[in-house]
């Protein structure tokens, strides 16, 4: 319809045109700045944020889903587990701790134990850690509810071994441990500013196959990345068969000249189901992004440069991107990230970046 409109109207009509629609949208804007309830009312006319809302109450109610058929992860295993673990470390200790949440920790623990896909190392974490504090806690009549219910399962449920980890801890225990017990330090400030500086955004590639076996091993090094709870809200979806790699890239702006030369692609995508409420709709941006970088300064030392390219809202990408990758309604990407062996010939920006006195503010007094 646009394009017929701009065939029969004279040029000078359109810039008018055009111009009155620039104005209209600002006097609605600053309409709808005035107020929290203006500003609901701007968006309820205006769909920006649609596919957000959308994606977030999908992910609740995958979420409360996921509760009664439990995969291979749960997300509220998950970060019920992690506070226990919190409970453990801090100092001093209190007595009793968790009291509001451990029964219920100790009957997703139950329902988890019970599905058939449940991972292993998922397992055995849940259960070294729930191991750890009921021996260390105190009593009251919820957490001696609680204790029972968990010593009748422990009792009918199998030992949890040979489940190797990739963090060091006590023994072979999924349990917290002392800072002593990390490996040595043997990077310098300089050999790690080396890594930093070394991983640029590259955009143009050798023609050479990407193995997966190698992003696989940079992303079980990007799992280390903190994570609120615990949760991990992300996955990365990769794909090195070219020619859909380059389809995926070319679902994104900014990737005009150089999308055709890309060997292989990582859509960094977050998980909405990993939460029950709203408040937490950010974090598989966070979450996601502290992941992706670790996974570049990973895929730098085994050889493979990457360049991350944004992934804005606009409707028509997204569309396109989900007729390529099959993604849940609550899945939300947060990145693309091209990958590949670098052409030693191909140009890399500068992109001078800001020094500390612009990024670091001291706001110690």
């Known amino acids: 319809m646009k394009s017929v409109v701009k065939k029969v109207l004279p040029n000078y009509l359109l810039i008018l045109i055009r111009s009155a629609k620039l104005k209209l949208g600002f006097l609605f804007l600053a309409l709808g700045g005035k ?24 992910g609740r109610k995958a979420y409360h889903d996921s509760l009664e058929e439990i995969g291979e992860s749960c997300a509220l295993l998950r970060r019920n587990i992690h506070r226990l673990e919190k409970g453990l470390i801090m100092r001093p200790r209190r007595e009793v701790f968790a009291e509001g ?45 609680a204790r029972s219910l968990y010593s009748n399962i422990r009792n009918n449920a199998s030992v949890i071994a040979n489940v190797c980890g990739l963090i060091p801890a006590n023994g072979n225990h999924f349990k917290p441990y002392s800072y002593k017990s990390l490996p040595e330090r043997n990077v310098d400030f300089d050999e790690l500013a080396n890594l930093f500086i070394r991983r640029r ?34 996955k990365f979806a990769f794909c090195n068969d070219k020619q859909k790699a380059v389809a995926i890239a070319k679902c994104a702006g900014g990737t005009t000249g150089f999308a055709g030369n890309l060997p ?55 569309r396109k991107l989900r007729k390529i990758i099959s993604l849940k309604d609550y899945e939300r990407v947060v990145m693309l990230l091209a990958v590949g062996y670098a052409d030693e010939q191909g140009g890399i920006p500068y992109s001078q970046k800001k020094t500390n006195h612009l990024i670091l503010e001291d706001i110690s007094e």
């Open 201 to 234: 955004s590259v955009r143009w590639y050798q023609d050479k196959h990407v193995p997966l076996e190698l992003v696989q091993k940079a992303a079980n090094l990007a799992s280390l990345a903190p994570s609120a709870c615990n949760r991990q809200p992300y």
């Open 101 to 145: 949440f451990i029964t219920e920790t100790v009957e997703c623990y139950r329902n988890a134990l019970q599905s058939k896909h449940l991972s292993e190392s998922e397992k055995k974490w849940a259960t070294d850690v729930l191991d750890e504090y009921f021996v260390v806690v105190g009593s009251s009549e919820e957490i001696d509810k």
């Open 35 to 58: 107020s929290r309830f203006l500003a609901s009312c701007y968006y309820l006319v205006n769909p920006k944020f649609a596919n957000e809302h959308f994606a977030v109450l999908q």
């Open 264 to 318: 292989a692609i990582i859509a960094i995508v977050g998980d909405l189901s990993a939460y029950p409420f709203e408040r937490d709709r950010h974090l598989i941006y966070i979450d996601g992004s502290l992941a992706a970088m670790q996974l570049m300064l990973a895929l730098e030392t085994l050889g493979l440069s990457s360049c991350s390219i944004n992934w804005p809202e606009v409707d028509s990408s997204e």
